[in-house]
């Protein structure tokens, strides 16, 4: 599964190297996002921290970013099972992996899509041309 999350840098935590020789590089970062939801016709505003994991060569791509910084990251849902001989039940872990990050700047989006919203209502002006080109075409289902 991949995806994309956009949210506010909460704590960017110690690079750590992992395994037997101590080569395997993660570094987690936690990232606040909006978990906003509608109950009873009305919108609950909710964060939630997320831990994301960086791992490897991916570890690179958080040098300039810090805490407070607003960021877009694409990641990828890992899962994994693990049981050792002393456990009837096997337990399973989930992880968000991230793979790209950038700044998110959420002033510039909003823009755009007002820009865009704004921009609509200029199609009504093209539709007698439209009409003249593919007469008798307005019987589109949609």
């Known amino acids: 599964m991949q995806t994309t999350i956009t949210g506010k840098i909460e704590e960017i935590q110690e690079l750590k190297h992992k395994g037997p020789n ?3 590089k993660v570094q987690n970062v936690i990232v606040e996002v909006d978990n906003s939801y509608k109950k ?11 831990k994301v994991e960086f791992k490897q060569k991916n570890t690179e791509l958080l040098k ?12 990828n849902l890992a899962g994994s099972k693990w049981q050792n001989a002393n456990m009837q039940e096997p337990m399973y872990f989930v992880s968000i992996e991230a793979w790209k ?3 998110h700047i959420e002033d510039e989006m909003e823009t755009t899509q007002q820009a865009a919203f704004h921009a609509a209502p200029e199609l009504d002006g093209h539709k007698e041309n ?4 593919f007469p008798g075409k307005d019987d589109l289902p949609f």
């Open 130 to 133: 439209i009409e003249a080109q």
């Open 22 to 24: 101590k080569d395997f």
């Open 64 to 75: 300039g970013f810090n805490k407070g910084d607003n960021v877009s990251i694409d990641w």
């Open 40 to 50: 009873n016709g009305e919108t609950v505003h909710r964060t939630q921290p997320l």
């Open 101 to 103: 990050i950038a700044h």
